[in-house]
C-alpha cells in the first residue's frame, strides 16, 4: 500500500465503513448519480435510486449467511491523470458460523473513481467475483439478483 495517496486512503476508509453499517446515504454518496456496474455476469448501468433500493437487500442477504464485517486487506492505486484514479482492491469479508468459528471470503474489487472540487465518486464498480453463490452455499435461501 505503498505510495496510497491520502485522498484515496480517506476514501476507502469511508468506504469500509459503509460497507460494514450499512448506511444508505453514505453508501450513495461515494457513487456517482449513474454508475457502470461490471461483474462475471456483465455490465449495466446503475442509478443513485437504484442503487439506494438495493442496499437494505443486499445488507439482508449477507445478514442472513452470518455475516459480521468487511476490511479492507489490500489496494493499488493507480492515477489516470487529474481526474481519474484506478483502484484495485482485496476486501476480506467475515462470517461467523453457527457454530462460532468464522470463515472469511477475499473479494476482489476495481473502481474508477472521479476525482472533482464535488469529491471522489465511483464511476465503475468491478465485482471479479460474484458473492451470491457462496453465500447461498451458506444457506441463505436468496437467490440471485
Request: hydrophobic fraction near 35%.
Amino acid at each position: 500500500m505503498e505510495n496510497f495517496g491520502k485522498g484515496m486512503r480517506d476514501f476507502l476508509e469511508r468506504f469500509e465503513r459503509n460497507a460494514n453499517s450499512g448506511d444508505v446515504d453514505d453508501v450513495v454518496a461515494q457513487f456517482a448519480d449513474v454508475f457502470l456496474k461490471a461483474d462475471p455476469g456483465g455490465t449495466h448501468p446503475v442509478s443513485s435510486s437504484a442503487l439506494r433500493m438495493a442496499i437494505p437487500q443486499r445488507k439482508k442477504m449477507f445478514e442472513s449467511s452470518g455475516y459480521g464485517a468487511t476490511t479492507l486487506a489490500s489496494v493499488k492505486e493507480t492515477k489516470l491523470d487529474d481526474r481519474y484514479v484506478l483502484l484495485q482492491t482485496e476486501w476480506l469479508m467475515r462470517f461467523e458460523g453457527k457454530s462460532g468459528t468464522g470463515e472469511d471470503l477475499t473479494l476482489r474489487t476495481t473502481f474508477l473513481v472521479h476525482c472533482s472540487d464535488e469529491g471522489a465518486k465511483i464511476v465503475l464498480y468491478l465485482s471479479h467475483e460474484e458473492p451470491t453463490p457462496v453465500l447461498r452455499g451458506r444457506g441463505s435461501g436468496v437467490g440471485e439478483c
